[in-house]
């Protein structure tokens, strides 16, 4: 009797335990800045934090058939009055053997992290088939021309790397915004790990997008309020490649069904802020 007695109090106290370790993966409090860009400054952006991800992936056009160039340009990504601009533009754009009609840019952060929460306040342009886009990629991806692939750490092939959807938004779909988890297991158009929400005036007013990044979760908000979160019954290589650093991406793409009115509209962002 004693033994069981006994035997019941050690599975109620490791029970307890793991619990109280499990639990607390997610309560843990981001507040160290490890890593921020304030774009205090005018003028290009800095090139010591950001990368420019120009080079077209082989067939001469970028995932899911977009139809715009990124470039290098200043007219396409600037820092002005203490803010970036990513700047999508109608123009015919020669680069790279290929000629297009619409421009835009996709930054890479050269700082890269594992677990911790992400701010980014932001404005959203407008325009049907505008497709901005605040993301996260594993360092490990294998994909000709990001930064962390030209230094090395290019072993991993899309899906499987990981890809983290801070915050999405569809011109098509005025100011309903949308966050989602790529993996093995769920990617691409058929991913079903994501959640969004309408908020009102996303391109009119700035909203503070964020990620909190645990070992075993994933919380997304608007403005502190949740909307998405992500925490896989079984964590496993299909499930969670989020073990290893991430880096963060900008940009805006150009969808094929763009408003044949659209001449140009940006992506106006007040900071980021990265705590661990």
């Known amino acids: 009797m004693r ?9 109620v106290c490791f029970s307890t335990t793991y619990c109280a370790k499990s639990k607390s993966k997610s309560n843990i409090k981001f507040d160290t800045l490890v890593w921020s860009d304030e774009f205090n400054n ?13 080079q077209i992936p082989a067939g001469g056009d970028w995932y ?3 139809i715009n160039h990124y470039t290098n340009r200043i007219e396409n990504s600037y820092v002005e009055d203490g803010f970036l601009n990513i700047a999508a533009r109608k123009e015919i754009f020669n680069d790279q053997g290929e000629i297009k009609a619409y421009t835009s840019a996709r930054l890479n952060s050269k700082f890269a992290f594992t677990y911790g929460r ?6 959203m342009p407008t325009g ?18 990001a930064y962390w692939q030209k230094q090395g750490f290019g072993t991993t092939y899309w899906p499987v790397c990981g890809e983290i959807d ?3 938004h569809w011109g098509k779909k005025q100011n309903r915004i949308q966050s989602a988890v790529h993996t093995g297991a769920s990617a691409g158009d058929d991913v079903v790990n994501l959640g969004g929400r309408v908020i009102e005036n996303v391109s009119n007013q700035f909203h503070i997008y964020s990620l909190e990044w645990y070992e075993n979760k994933m919380i997304f908000s608007v403005d502190d309020v949740v909307h998405y979160e992500y925490e896989p019954a079984e964590r496993n290589s299909d499930t969670w490649p989020f073990t290893t650093d991430q880096y963060i991406l900008l940009n805006i793409a150009i969808e094929p069904d763009i408003d044949p009115s659209f001449e140009e509209s940006s992506m106006v962002v007040d900071y980021i802020r990265v705590y661990q």
């Open 64 to 66: 899911g058939g977009l």
């Open 128 to 145: 049907v088939g505008t497709w901005p886009a605040i993301w996260m990629l594993n360092k490990n991806i294998d994909e000709p021309g």
């Open 42 to 54: 005018s003028g290009p952006i800095d090139s010591t934090k950001w990368f420019h991800q120009t």
């Open 166 to 168: 801070i915050l999405e």
């Open 3 to 11: 033994f069981s007695l006994l035997i019941v109090l050690l599975c």
């Open 118 to 123: 992400v701010e980014v306040r932001a404005k």
